[in-house]
């Protein structure tokens, strides 16, 4: 799995894009959690031969979370009935990134 933050269209507006692994089960999406925070969906984009395209806005209050928090929790369902699996990404560096991509 990979997650990304990238620039959009509009002026100091950013989205969080993950990559999880194919032949996920796309009914219950994929999901986030920035340490113990709110659970937030993302938005199905498409499946590639590299995985499942996933994006969310970043809204002013995820990206203060982003930046003070130590981990994001990816989840996603392998089947309708499967145990979800969770992958973590460490937040490390998530200032330092978004100072460089001018939308801190």
Known sequence: MRATLA???APKK?????????GIFLGT???GKIDEGEQFN??????TQRGCVAATEVSDSMKAALV?????V???KP???GKPVQLGVSLK?????????KVN
């Open 14 to 22: 950013i989205g969080l894009i993950v990559v999880a692994p194919l």
């Open 93 to 101: 560096g998530v200032a330092a990134g978004l100072k460089a991509l």
């Open 74 to 76: 990816v989840g996603f």
């Open 29 to 31: 999406g994929i999901a």
């Open 68 to 72: 003070k928090g130590n981990r994001l």
């Open 79 to 81: 089947t309708a009935n």
């Open 42 to 47: 993302f938005v199905l984009q498409r499946c």
């Open 7 to 9: 620039p959009l269209g």
